[in-house]
């Protein structure tokens, strides 16, 4: 057995009811047109901006932050919450490699959170947005770190990362089906409940869905062309 049939050991299993969920070369096209021009739209002081505001009015006299359903709302915005998503994923990783012996998906797991990284972080310092609470009346500062949405790229990505290994190694069709849910439903919630307690604005959320979505396209297409490659290329070697 090659060292690189070892690495990705175990793709058989139950049959795939759901896509990998890699996201088209269209929606990718369109998600990064839509944040740029929302991004530019609100650099500018556009309509983007006064949404932003109505919104954060509407949701302010709400004041769920100060209401007893806070501690459930809060906990759907962990849908997004990095550490709880690794956790999962820990998990997952940790299954394969016990009764699977693929190790691989660890390596996708890892590529995910340092293009995410890169990529969210690069545009909130970028752009340097203030969050509805950031005190005095800043929507851009040094300090400020709102824009886009962490929590929402990271259920899009992660999320999608979660899905594809549960499809790509064929566990159980309950499983699969539910990593597709919280691939779809993760970031819309998460982005509902950030607005919805003020944390966050609403282009915040949008522009982190659409991050979100450019980024996995990255993470699928550097899956093909570097990791794949790779492994296809070391099984082709002999052990010593």
């Known amino acids: 057995m090659t060292r690189g049939a070892v690495r990705d050991a175990g793709t058989t299993g139950s049959p795939a009811v759901v896509s990998v969920g890699r996201p088209p070369w269209w929606l990718v096209?369109?998600?990064?047109?839509?944040?740029?021009?929302?991004?530019?739209?609100?650099?500018?002081?556009?309509?983007?901006?006064?949404?932003?505001?109505?919104?954060?009015?509407?949701?302010?006299?709400?004041?769920?932050?100060?209401?007893?359903?806070?501690?459930?709302?809060?906990?759907?915005?962990?849908?997004?919450?990095?550490?709880?998503?690794?956790?999962?994923?820990?998990?997952?990783?940790?299954?394969?490699?016990w009764r699977r012996g693929a190790w691989f998906p660890a390596l996708r797991v890892v590529l995910a959170v340092a293009v995410l990284t890169a990529g969210v972080y690069a545009i909130k310092h970028g752009t340097g947005r203030t969050a509805p609470a950031f005190p005095g009346s800043?929507?851009?500062?040094?300090?400020?770190?709102?824009?886009?949405?962490?929590?929402?790229?990271?259920?899009?990505v992660m999320w999608g990362v979660a899905r594809w290994q549960a499809v790509r190694y064929g566990l159980?069709?309950?499983?699969?089906?539910?990593?597709?849910?919280?691939?779809i439903l993760g970031p819309v919630a998460t982005g509902v409940a950030m607005v919805s307690l003020d944390y966050h604005w609403v282009t915040d959320a949008v522009v982190g869905a659409a991050a979100g979505i450019v980024l996995l396209g990255?993470?699928?297409?550097?899956?093909?062309?570097?990791?794949?490659?790779?492994?296809?290329?070391?099984?082709?070697?002999?052990?010593?």
């Open 29 to 97: 096209a369109v998600s990064f047109l839509i944040g740029g021009l929302i991004t530019a739209d609100l650099l500018a002081d556009g309509r983007t901006l006064r949404l932003d505001l109505r919104v954060s009015e509407i949701v302010s006299d709400w004041g769920l932050r100060d209401a007893d359903a806070y501690p459930v709302i809060w906990l759907v915005t962990q849908l997004g919450g990095r550490v709880t998503i690794l956790v999962v994923l820990a998990g997952l990783v940790g299954y394969l490699l």
């Open 138 to 156: 800043y929507f851009f500062h040094d300090d400020g770190a709102s824009f886009p949405s962490g929590h929402v790229a990271n259920a899009v």
């Open 172 to 183: 159980p069709a309950a499983v699969q089906r539910a990593f597709w849910w919280l691939s």
């Open 218 to 240: 990255v993470v699928h297409a550097l899956d093909a062309i570097v990791l794949s490659r790779w492994v296809r290329a070391d099984a082709g070697r002999p052990t010593a």
